[in-house]
């Protein structure tokens, strides 16, 4: 099991930064992959970028070239730096931790970090 908790949404303008922090209960070379989905009201939720155990990375084409995945691992953390940031990224952001078994794989969410991009 892992508990994650992230940190670091708020309101920007648009064409500004913002760095979302995801920390997990245990050592995220434990983990499978860990990565950021984000939610819109109305919209379903999509995913916005992967990082894996390996440190292969993964983003949606929408945020390809303005976010970055990273991690520190002696702090157990996973961060998503955003840049050159657009309404349309208004969203709930929430961290997301995969761990596979023989047996079955494992997904456990964070609360979520709320991200608004004014116009």
């Known amino acids: 099991q892992v508990q994650l908790m992230e940190s670091g949404g708020g309101l920007v303008q648009a064409g500004g930064s913002l760095r979302l922090s995801c920390a997990a209960s245990?050592?995220?070379?434990?983990?499978?992959?860990m990565g950021w989905y984000r939610q819109a009201p109305g919209k379903q939720r999509e995913l916005v970028a992967t990082i894996t155990s390996g440190g292969s990375t993964n983003y949606a084409d929408s945020v390809k070239g303005r976010f970055t995945i990273s991690r520190d691992t002696a702090e157990n953390t996973v961060y998503l730096q955003m840049s050159s940031l657009k309404p349309e990224d208004t969203a709930v952001y929430l961290c997301?931790?995969?761990?596979?078994?023989?047996?079955?794989?494992?997904?456990?969410w964070g609360q979520g970090a709320q991200v608004t991009v004014s116009s």
């Open positions: 997301n931790a995969r761990i596979a078994t023989r047996n079955r794989e494992y997904i456990y």
């Open positions: 245990r050592s995220i070379f434990s983990i499978n992959a």
